[in-house]
């Protein structure tokens, strides 16, 4: 045995894995397979590269049931992915603790998603059905030079299957329960000309969704989706060297969004300073009742409701990309090119559970009328991005050098309609110009210490009452827009001091430019040349330094020194003035990591490990708010924070049928510092020590167990067992008593019959599957309501399952 595998470290390593290693040694003939990556913008091997990064190829993607971006969630350590509330395509990406939940357009995400190296600048509309997945990384941690642009948490990398010249396809038919129905395609065609080649793919999906709409007159299906895509890929070789790559995709999806449902009706106020005691089921009257009596067990899914206010999501995306790259040793040549156009949106979204009714003075006279408790659409909202991105990959010194140089132009256009319409307890507006209406109205008793009112009135009011919206009635508006101008030049070499030890250097200056408006009728504008605008301009330069050091031909260390950033921008749904004309500024950080990347056993057992620790400057936070003005996600630079834990993951060959892979994430996240105004004082405190990081569950792993036999003739048999773990987390820093999940854990299982010969040069495989085999029911996220009264939570999808047949020739 080799003498590194006799380290103190090595030795703990394989304890933790609890691995019977002797029916490992006994095996012949096994190894771990080589992975390609291309996480440093080239293709280099995972083992060599000094990035904690977790990559899915092709064959990995297919035995995990891999369709989307979300279905990676519970797979990699510390990251978390999923749909945000209210929508089927808009998604979320938490690594490290690091992420956005913020909906509006105007708000970048902390964490890239690349396809096929183009930047997709929001996570809003980049959930939809990819076709053809080749590989996905998972990039952890900033990756402030090559992927630089708002990339403080990490980076998510996927590429799809190019055009291979020869006539080739495949035909996958899905069926599963609640409805499931995907129908995907793919043909290659014959080169043409010896230098064309075309790939075509399309996918056709249907869910009726696991929760039903029991309200007369709307969709019944509720968590549902449609969805239609296609793909045309072209590839030209017009000479050796020359690579032209060009792809057009469409996406077209409508689905009603998994329920909100109600878990919490509030009896105090609490604005991250006190508890102010407030029983919302006696002043805030019928309507806070009804929807105290829809709560049952907070802890318990439901899958029936009376929603009102809920209708179909919409998303059409339409993307352009080209790739030109021109190897012309030593060096390549590299253009990407993207235009995407998102349109996306939603009549209406039913946010307080049910479906209610109340006494309404003004809307009804007194008389008791239909109510929406809390209702928003987007009726308008669309994307327009198009970036440029030029760059220069080589060697040098005998290869002992590797650079790449780039210069990326971004420019983005975003629109978006969010109007709101909500109740609020008469009790705060009694001090109100129309709080004597509703003490003659006989809503309010005095006890002698002044009026107590027992209601609720739909916000805003009707003209022409004080306060009221002067053109729309009956709503809170909120419309806004954003340009967007992002310059970079970066670059980022290694260089070989000797044949084990590697030194990199990255260098990347950002320029962003924002000009955005904000038209509110709630702040006093009354046609749309009363909006409010904006312009700033934020720059930063970042940097990196990694050693990479090779302790045998099985085991590389490295230590990094990274910085990263977040541009600043403006709150897109501003309840004052001032918070419209106080951007929010750049978030930065400095972060450090060691590292490791080792194959033991000849090959059979891999173990990659990281330990990080982040250091987080003017932290972006966004605070869900909602109050008489509606109901916002603030982002405000709360202060500093400190970000550290470690990560595992551990790949091995039991015996020549038997594979089991294990992730492990530890994560400490805390405020240092954390700034906020007290609505009390109207002073700036600091209140660190009574808020939590949102989305950062301190345990999360992961275990997967796989069985495969050879092909004997009748096919090739496969099984897997997947359980995935995620500790407790909140949804809010300080507003997250009621709303906060638990820890879960989920179980999936999949048995497939590979390899079946079908006709001369057909291949049929045949799958068996089920996800959350044991029907755990759990929070997927989490929205308290504040001064609105109540908290609740979407839930994550009950047991499914289904059968997949995959036909390639």
């Not at 069926?175 to 075509?200: C, E, F, H, W």
């Not at 156009?341 to 003004?362: I, P």
């Not at 046609?527 to 099985?554: H, K």
């Not at 020549?656 to 700034?675: C, K, P, Q, R, W």
């Amino acid at each position: 045995m080799p003498r590194y595998m006799h380290t103190p470290i090595a030795a703990a390593l394989i304890a933790a894995t609890s691995i019977p290693f002797v029916s490992v040694v006994q095996a012949q003939g096994l190894a771990l397979e080589e992975v390609v990556v291309t996480a440093q913008r080239r293709e280099t091997l995972l083992q060599e590269t000094p990035i904690a990064v977790t990559a899915f190829n092709a064959e990995q993607i297919a035995d995990l049931g891999i369709y989307n971006v979300t279905d990676l969630n519970g797979l990699v350590p510390n990251t978390n992915v999923q749909k945000q509330p209210s929508s089927n395509s808009n998604m979320s990406i938490y690594i490290r603790g690091v992420g956005s939940g913020e909906t509006s357009l105007m708000t970048d995400p902390k964490t890239s998603f690349y396809l096929d190296g183009v930047y997709m600048s929001k996570t809003v509309g980049a959930i939809f059905d990819i076709v053809d997945l080749q590989s996905i990384e998972v990039l952890r941690g900033p990756q402030g030079t090559l992927f630089g642009r708002n990339s403080t948490g990490g980076a998510v990398n996927v590429t799809t299957r190019k055009p291979t010249g020869e006539l080739g396809g495949r035909v996958e038919v899905s069926v599963g329960n609640d409805g499931y129905r995907r129908l995907t395609g793919s043909v290659d065609l014959p080169q043409v000309a010896d230098m064309l080649s075309v790939k075509i793919s399309g996918s056709k999906m249907e869910y009726d969704g696991w929760a039903t709409n029991e309200f007369p007159g709307v969709n019944p299906d509720l968590a549902s989706e449609d969805n239609s895509s296609y793909r045309v890929a072209l590839r030209l070789e017009p000479t050796d060297g020359l690579t032209v790559d060009y792809s057009y995709d469409d996406t077209d999806n409508t689905g009603v969004p998994t329920p909100y449902q109600v878990t919490k009706v509030k009896d105090s106020i609490y604005n991250g300073f006190t508890n102010t005691p407030f029983p919302y089921t006696f002043l805030g009257g019928e309507i806070f009742q009804q929807m105290a009596a829809t709560v049952g067990d907070p802890t318990k899914r439901r899958e029936t409701f009376m929603l009102e206010g809920s209708s179909e999501e919409w998303l059409e995306v339409q993307g352009h990309n080209l790739t030109v790259a021109w190897e012309l040793d030593p060096f390549t040549i590299k253009y990407i090119y993207a235009n995407r156009d998102t349109d996306s949106g939603y009549d209406s979204t039913d946010l307080d559970g049910g479906a209610y009714t109340m006494r309404d003075l003004l809307y009804g006279g007194g008389a008791e009328i239909p109510t929406q408790g809390f209702q928003a659409g987007i009726p308008e909202g669309w994307i327009k991005m198009e970036s440029h991105e030029f760059q220069l990959i080589g060697d040098a010194f005998n290869d002992r050098l590797q650079y790449t140089v780039g210069v990326f132009l971004f420019d983005e256009e975003v629109y978006q309609d969010n109007p709101q319409s909500f109740v609020l307890p008469i009790q705060f507006l009694v001090d109100s110009a129309i709080g004597p209406a509703f003490i003659g109205a006989g809503f309010c008793n005095d006890f002698g210490t002044g009026p107590v009112c027992q209601g609720s009135q739909r916000l805003p009011l009707p003209f022409p009452f004080p306060g009221a919206d002067p053109n729309l009635n009956g709503f809170q508006d909120f419309i806004y827009g954003q340009e967007s101008e992002s310059t970079a030049v970066y670059g980022q070499a290694t260089y070989s001091l000797t044949d084990q030890l590697d030194i990199t250097a990255g260098l990347r200056y950002t320029e962003d430019d924002r000009e955005a408006f904000l038209f509110n009728e709630g702040l006093g504008h009354v046609s749309f040349d009363d909006r409010f605008t904006n312009e700033d301009t934020w720059d930063n330069i970042s940097y990196l330094l990694t050693a990479n050091y090779s302790i045998s031909p099985d085991m590389n260390v490295y230590a990094t020194y990274s910085t990263g950033y977040n541009g600043g921008g403006f709150n897109s749904r501003a309840s004052s003035a001032t918070a419209w004309e106080e951007p929010y500024e750049e978030e930065t950080l400095d972060s450090y990591e060691v590292g490791m990347k080792s194959d033991w056993l000849d090959r059979r057992l891999r173990v990659n490990g990281a330990v990080f620790y982040n250091n987080y400057k003017d932290m972006q936070i966004a605070v869900f708010e909602a109050g008489s003005g509606g109901a916002s996600s603030r982002i405000t630079n709360a202060g500093e924070a400190t970000y550290m834990g470690l990560e595992l993951e551990v790949i091995a060959l039991l015996s020549e049928n038997v594979s089991v892979d294990l992730n492990y994430g530890y994560l400490d996240a805390e405020f240092d510092e954390y700034n906020a105004r007290n609505p009390v004082t109207n002073q700036i405190e600091n209140i660190k020590d009574v808020v939590t990081v949102t989305r950062a569950p301190e345990n999360t792993a992961s275990l997967g167990l796989q069985y495969s036999t050879a092909n004997t003739g009748m096919g090739r048999l496969s099984a897997r067992l997947d359980v995935s773990y995620t500790d407790s987390m909140v949804f809010h820093p300080f507003q997250n008593q009621f709303d906060s999940s638990d820890a879960r854990t989920l179980l999936n299982a999949r048995v497939t019959l590979d390899e079946l010969t079908m006709g001369e040069s057909g291949d049929l495989r045949l799958s068996a599957w089920v996800r959350n085999l044991t029907d755990e029911e759990y929070r997927e996220w989490g929205i308290d309501f504040g001064t609105l009264g109540w908290a609740g939570n979407t839930w994550g999808q009950p047991r499914t399952f289904g059968f997949d047949a995959v036909y390639s020739f």
